[in-house]
Antibody
Framework: EVHLVESGGNLVQPGGSLRLSCAAS????????MTWVRQAPGKGLEWVSY????????YYADSVRGRFTISRDNAKNSLYLQMNTLRGEDTAVYYC??????????????WGQGALVTVSS | QSALTQPASVSGSPGQSITISCNGT?????????VSWYQQHPGKAPKVMIF???NRPSGVSNRFSGSKSGNTASLTISGLQAEDEADYYC???????????FGTGTKVTVL
């Protein structure tokens, strides 16, 4: 059974940094692209970042480009999101999700339970 | 990249059919057949209900169907049931450096 478990969510001050992790199990992690999607409290879904299976194709939303870095360690079946220069508007639940097929397909078929990041002084 | 436009809310009685629209542009919804729909119950992670405009993942009820015309995609739920009450989001591939965009979300209420 596919499982994705996020960790690392926390309260952080504006301008601070945080690293989220997503532990994957139940599937061949090294053949799937992965993505991060966030949801601010009471708001809709916002796509954040994508990384392909070999870390050669990486994309970011305009709102986080230059501040966030996505990475993965296939040996550890883990996905990461390094978040720097955090702002209040980054406050959200962050979900990791598996991407089925190529990055074109836009199919996020399995999701984690989410990690809450709160940016506040 | 602006969010795709969905109605804020749609409601229907049990057994009825409802349709949720997802308005994009000729650069996203209109350009590619890579439109997905997600269902999200309160406090839960989203679940994919439709992919590539009209395909259902294994295990998703055939009461859910998708279509597209021009720059607008649609999700239809037939035989509405209480368990269908949730938020629904469309999503499209955009073909640019930020390749995915979600819709604004629609709250479905079963009366």
């Amino acid at each position: 059974e596919v499982h994705l478990v996020e960790s690392g969510g926390n309260l952080v001050q504006p301008g601070g940094s945080l690293r989220l992790s997503c532990a994957a199990s139940g599937f061949m992690f090294n053949v799937y692209g992965m993505t991060w999607v966030r949801q601010a409290p009471g708001k809709g879904l916002e796509w954040v970042s994508y990384i392909d299976s070999g870390s050669t194709i990486i994309y970011y939303a305009d709102s986080v480009r230059g501040r966030f870095t996505i990475s993965r360690d296939n040996a550890k079946n883990s996905l990461y999101l390094q978040m720097n220069t955090l702002r209040g508007e980054d406050t959200a639940v962050y979900y990791c999700a598996r991407v089925m097929g190529s990055f074109l397909t836009n199919i996020f078929d399995y999701w984690g339970q989410g990690a809450l990041v709160t940016v506040s002084s | 990249q602006s969010a795709l436009t969905q109605p804020a809310s749609v409601s229907g009685s049990p057994g009825q059919s409802i349709t949720i629209s997802c308005n994009g542009t000729s650069s996203d919804v209109g350009a590619y057949n890579y439109v997905s729909w997600y269902q999200q119950h309160p406090g839960k992670a989203p679940k994919v209900m439709i992919f590539e405009v009209s395909n259902r993942p294994s295990g998703v009820s055939n009461r859910f169907s998708g279509s597209k015309s021009g720059n607008t995609a649609s999700l239809t739920i037939s035989g509405l049931q209480a368990e269908d009450e949730a938020d629904y989001y469309c999503s499209s591939y955009t073909g640019n450096s930020a390749p995915y965009v979600f819709g604004t979300g629609t709250k479905v209420t079963v009366l």
